[in-house]
């Protein structure tokens, strides 16, 4: 199987977002950069298939340089081949970035497409569908469980207050949710084999960005909430004020 | 500047979102169009007046009673076409997720997702989008002819204000469908999605174990409310992943969110502290829950939610 796993590098979930003094941009300064999340389980989908049904998986990224660090995680999660698709800055408009990512796919002849159904970062959740329509093949997004029968897909997806099953046939893209699989971690051999694996660089020629990112603003301070009561007592309190100063209840 | 509606159903029921959109579009003073795609609604224009929906179009064909995400775009895509819409706006729910960048792939449209604000000024739309799982909030310019705006579910409330809507119906031919939805398996009977819910109870790893979620299951019985989860309580097994509210879970704007026993880690902050008002209940007075809550009681929550229980089925009787 011929397999390609899209990935982004992303700020780890721990991080308290400072701005630029400009509200421009995020100021990467002190930011500790990981693969996405979500991407982890891709990853770890296309290394299972891989091991399953034998194949390839190429990783692919876009962004700056840095993003090769996260391309190294997926690597020495088990992918073989590596594209890094080098742009001064992640684009604003996930289209954009879409169009980028779907003519280096096109090239690839690839059975199956895989990615984490949103960039924690963004949250756009858009690139999985976008890359179907783009494509025009099968996508199918926020994937928890997915069976592979010959050239046959059956994936389980998270709708709200419920699941829908779709069957569809490769090639096709999947959007991975948590709960697809149990990401791995690296092993030292995984580690030392990526190391050596050359990381494919191309320039890219980026379409003009229809979404533009004006201006980025902290949410606005929450006031500081009240302490009702430190026992039980306090529910009839707690309920008079939902009630009457709230007016939720 | 004309805005299409997508509107949203299932099982002949419109969804809350579908009246949400309707509701702030009249408040941005602009004609709309609200379309269906493969739905069986029988009062659809008895509900859709309600709220002030004069144009309403049903669309079918044979197939489309399944969604099917990438037959669905394409007639989407064409209904903006035809309909000559300058706005598609959707709800940022899973169907919207799932639909909304691929019409947007199809007709070159840029599209903002998960919108919080949506304003006009001029012709000029004026967004604001959380990013970083709400650490950040972006105001985005759609700088195109067509343009394709979701909205978070809960963030607009719907409003009644009733009109006379016309409902057609339009039946186009359907391309052939790569991928369809074979079955849908929905959660426990009636259950209500974080996501769609105006008030959520929430239990964390203080709850300690699921033979104890019986306290947050009838808590939020008595306040109509949907079940959540920390991270915590889905990774130790005791509630399904599709409950978890944070960074990696659902993002939920109830007007009321109330955590039990939930410390209030960042990334649990992430997905809930747009809500109107939040309640904490944990013993520890150090917990960062307690630095987003509105109101908080610091104390056993195995003595406050039984009496919180007991308080309010007083108040019902
Ligand atoms: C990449 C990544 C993504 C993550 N995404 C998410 C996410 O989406 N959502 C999420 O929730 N977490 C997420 N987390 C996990 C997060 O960091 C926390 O570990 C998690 O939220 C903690 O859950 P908790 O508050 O239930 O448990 P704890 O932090 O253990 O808190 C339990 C609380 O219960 C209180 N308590 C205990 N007993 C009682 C009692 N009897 N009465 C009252 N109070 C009591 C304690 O004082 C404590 O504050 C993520 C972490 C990572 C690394």
Redesign the pocket.
């Known amino acids: 199987m011929n397999i390609a796993v899209c990935v982004k590098q992303t700020p780890?979930?721990?991080t308290r977002i400072k701005l630029t003094e400009d509200q421009k941009r995020v100021d990467e300064s002190d930011i500790n950069f990981?693969l996405n999340?979500y991407d982890e389980f891709a990853v770890e989908q296309a290394v299972r298939l891989k091991e399953a049904h034998g194949g390839e998986v190429t990783v692919i990224s876009l962004g700056p340089d840095r993003v090769k660090t996260a391309i190294r995680t997926a690597l020495a999660m088990g992918g073989d081949r590596a594209i890094h698709l080098k742009t001064e800055k992640h684009p604003d408009d996930p289209l954009v970035t879409a169009k980028a990512l779907a003519s280096v796919l096109k090239e690839g002849n690839y059975d199956l497409i895989l990615l984490g159904k949103q960039a924690?970062d963004d949250d756009h959740n858009q690139i999985p569908s976008i890359l179907g329509a783009l494509l025009d093949i099968p996508a199918v997004t926020v994937v928890i469980k997915l069976e592979v029968d010959g050239n046959n897909l059956t994936a389980e997806r998270e709708i709200d207050g419920g699941h829908e099953i779709l069957k569809f046939s490769m090639p096709a893209i999947i959007g991975a949710q948590r709960g697809l699989n149990e990401p791995r971690y690296p092993s030292l051999k995984g580690i030392m084999r990526a190391k050596k694996i050359q990381i494919e660089e191309r320039e890219v020629a980026l379409e003009p960005e229809q979404l533009k990112v004006e201006l980025l603003q902290y949410p606005p301070p929450k006031n500081p909430g009240k302490i009702v009561g430190d026992s039980a007592e306090a529910v009839p309190e707690l309920l008079r004020l939902l009630h009457e100063e709230a007016k939720v209840l | 500047m004309k805005v299409l509606i997508y509107g949203e159903h299932r099982d002949g029921q419109i969804r809350k979102i579908t009246f949400e959109n309707i509701t702030l579009t009249r408040s941005l003073n602009a004609p709309f169009e609200v379309v269906f795609i493969g739905a069986d609604i029988p009062d659809a224009g008895e509900q859709l007046s309600r709220y002030g929906a004069e144009q309403v179009t049903l669309v079918k064909g044979s197939g489309l009673e399944k969604y099917s995400p990438d037959g669905y775009a394409k007639i989407l895509a064409q209904l903006v076409q035809k309909h000559e819409a300058d706005v598609l706006l959707m709800g940022a729910t899973a169907t919207g997720k799932d639909l909304a960048p691929r019409v947007s792939a199809i007709l070159n449209a840029p599209l903002a997702t998960d919108c919080t604000k949506v304003e006009l000024d001029g012709d000029q739309l004026r967004l604001i989008r959380p990013m970083y799982?709400g650490k950040v909030l972006a105001n985005v310019s759609l700088n195109s002819g067509i343009k394709i705006v979701t909205v978070r579910p809960n963030v607009y409330s719907a409003h009644e204000n009733p009109a006379d809507a016309e409902v057609r119906e339009e039946t186009v031919e359907v391309p052939d469908l790569k991928t369809v939805v074979k079955e849908i398996i929905s959660g426990a009977k009636g259950k209500l999605d974080v996501t769609e819910a105006d008030i959520i109870v929430s239990?964390?790893?203080?709850?300690?174990g699921p033979e104890n979620w019986h306290l947050i299951e009838e808590l939020a019985e008595l306040l109509g409310a949907a079940t959540g989860?920390?991270?915590?309580?889905?990774?130790a097994g005791w509630r399904p992943h599709d409950e978890?509210?944070?960074?990696?879970?659902?993002t939920v704007s109830p007007t009321l969110y109330v955590?039990?026993?939930?410390?209030?880690?960042?990334?649990?902050l992430?997905?809930m502290s747009s809500s109107k008002y939040i309640v904490a209940?944990?013993?520890?007075p150090e917990?960062?829950?307690f630095k987003v809550a509105d109101y908080g009681i610091v104390?056993?929550?195995?003595?406050?939610v039984p009496k919180m229980i007991e308080e309010l089925k007083k108040m019902k009787n």
């Open positions: 780890d979930t721990e990981i999340p924690i | 799982a239990g964390g790893r203080g709850m300690k989860a920390s991270r915590a309580a889905v990774d978890q509210v944070g960074q990696t879970g659902k955590a039990v026993g939930i410390s209030g880690a960042i990334q649990h992430a997905g209940i944990n013993k520890d917990a960062p829950i104390a056993d929550l195995f003595e406050v």
